[in-house]
C-alpha cells in the first residue's frame, strides 16, 4: 500500500507586494467596533479635504473685517494730527504757508542737519583724504600740465605720442639702429613740427651724431642750414660752455655736417662769428675747417663774408687763419677782401691782439705771390700807423721785402 504523501507547507511562500503595502499600510481591526471607529474617521478626513477650498465662515468673516475697518481708522487719524503739527509749527514762524497745487503746504527752507541728512542720502558724506584720492589729484595735475604744453597743430594724438616716445628713448641713445619713424622725419612735409616732438635739445651726444649724419644726408641746402642751426649749433654751444670742450660724439657731428658745405657754413660758421663766439669755440670750428675738405668757392664766400663783418672780433682772425691755412687759389675778388679788412686797421688807435698779426703774417706767407704793389702798400700803411708787433712785425716785413727783391 503506497505512502500517503504530506501536506506541502506554505511557510517559504508569500504574497504579491501589492498586498503587502496595503496591509502594512492599514492595521487590521480587531473587532467590528474598532472598524467602525475607523471608517468614520476616514469619512472626517475626506470632508476636511473637500471643505478646504470653501469660503471663510461669514461670522469669522465679519470679525476680520471689523477689525481692518478700527486698524485703518486709527491709522488716519495719526496722519491727520502730524499735518496739524506741521502746519502749526509753519504759521509759527509769522510767515503765509507755501501751498501748490494739489494743497500740500511745503517749505523752502532747510536746516543744516537736514541737508546733511540728504547728503548721507545721495552719498555724498565728506570723507578723509586717502591715498587714491591723492593719486588721481597728481594725475589729473599731470594731465592738465600736458594739455598747456604747445602741441603743433595739426598733428594726430598717435603723432604726438609716437615721437614723444621717440625723443624720450634718445636722451639715454648710446648706439644701436634708430626707430623707422624717427628715420623718415626727413621725408615729411612737416619735420620740423615733428622733430619739435623728440625735443632735440635734450638728445644724447651720439643721438646727436646719427641724427646729424640722417639729416644732412637727406636734407636739400635750405632745410639742412636750419637743422645746423636750430638743432645742432646750440647743442655744440652747450656742452662747451658746460664741459669747457667738445665732446667727440658732437665734434663727429660737425665734422659730418661739412656734407652740406653752403648748409654748415651759412648755418653754424657765419652765425657763430657774428655773435662774438668765444676763442674756444673759434678754435673747435677753425679745427674743422682744416680737417675737412671745403669747395674753393664755398671757402671764398665764407671768407669775404668775414672779411666783411662788423664789428670786428679776436674770433674772426682765429677762422680767418683756418681758411687761409688750407692754401686755396683763392679768386681776386678774396685777395682784395682780404687786403682791404687789414687795411681797415689803419685808423684804429686800439691795440690789436696777437691773434690779428698772426693773421696777417699767415696771409702774408701763403699768397705773397699773389699780392700787387697796390696791396703791399696798403699793408706797409698799416704797419706804419702802430700796428707793429715787435716779434711778428719785422717777420711780416721780411715777406713783403722778400717779394719785392
Known amino acids: 500500500m503506497p505512502k500517503a504523501e504530506k501536506p506541502k507547507s506554505n511557510q517559504n511562500r508569500h504574497n504579491p507586494l501589492g498586498t503587502d503595502l496595503d496591509a502594512d499600510g492599514l492595521a487590521k481591526p480587531t473587532s467590528m467596533r474598532k472598524a467602525k471607529a475607523a471608517a468614520a474617521k476616514q469619512r472626517r478626513q475626506d470632508e476636511e479635504l473637500e471643505n478646504e477650498g470653501q469660503v471663510i465662515p461669514a461670522n469669522l468673516s465679519k470679525a476680520i473685517l471689523r477689525v481692518a475697518q478700527e486698524q485703518t481708522a486709527e491709522l488716519e487719524e495719526e496722519d491727520e494730527d502730524e499735518d ?217 664766400a665764407a671768407i669775404i663774408k668775414l672779411c666783411e663783418m662788423k664789428p670786428w672780433y679776436g674770433s674772426t682772425s682765429v677762422i680767418l687763419t683756418a681758411f687761409i691755412n688750407k692754401k686755396y687759389a683763392l679768386p681776386r675778388r678774396c685777395i682784395d677782401c682780404l687786403v682791404n679788412h687789414f687795411a681797415s686797421f689803419t685808423t684804429d688807435e686800439r691795440e690789436l691782439p696777437v691773434l690779428w698779426h698772426q693773421c696777417l703774417l699767415v696771409f702774408v706767407q701763403r699768397y705773397k705771390l699773389e699780392l700787387t704793389p697796390q696791396h703791399k702798400s696798403k699793408i706797409k700803411g698799416v704797419l706804419k700807423a702802430g700796428h707793429l708787433h715787435r716779434h711778428i712785425g719785422p717777420e711780416i716785413r721780411r715777406e713783403l721785402f722778400t717779394q719785392a727783391e
Open 84 to 300: 496739524e503739527e506741521i502746519e502749526e509749527v509753519m504759521l509759527d514762524e509769522g510767515d503765509a504757508p507755501d501751498v501748490d497745487a494739489d494743497g500740500f503746504v511745503f517749505s523752502n527752507t532747510i536746516s543744516a542737519e537736514e541737508e546733511r541728512a540728504l547728503g548721507l542720502f545721495m552719498g555724498n558724506e565728506p570723507r578723509g583724504v586717502n591715498l587714491a584720492d591723492l593719486i588721481m589729484e597728481k594725475l589729473d595735475e599731470k594731465k592738465q600740465r600736458e594739455e598747456e604744453t604747445p602741441v603743433p597743430q595739426g598733428l594726430s594724438p598717435k603723432v604726438v605720442k609716437v615721437y614723444t616716445e621717440i625723443g624720450t628713448w634718445l636722451k639715454k641713445y648710446r648706439s644701436g639702429k634708430l626707430p623707422k619713424a624717427f628715420k623718415i622725419i626727413p621725408n615729411l612735409i612737416n619735420w620740423e613740427e615733428v622733430l619739435y616732438l623728440t625735443n632735440p635739445i635734450e638728445w644724447s651726444a651720439n643721438a646727436m651724431d646719427e641724427g646729424t649724419k640722417l639729416f644732412a644726408s637727406n636734407l636739400n641746402q635750405a632745410m639742412a642750414q636750419r637743422f645746423f642751426n636750430l638743432v645742432l649749433l646750440p647743442a655744440v654751444r652747450e656742452d662747451i660752455f658746460e664741459n669747457k670742450r667738445l665732446n667727440f660724439n658732437l665734434y663727429q657731428a660737425l665734422k659730418r655736417a661739412m656734407y652740406k658745405p653752403q648748409a654748415w657754413l651759412r648755418g653754424i660758421l657765419l652765425p657763430i662769428a657774428m655773435e662774438s663766439c668765444t676763442l674756444q669755440e673759434a678754435v673747435i670750428l677753425g679745427s674743422v675747417v682744416q680737417k675737412i675738405s671745403i669747395p674753393t668757392l664755398h671757402s671764398a
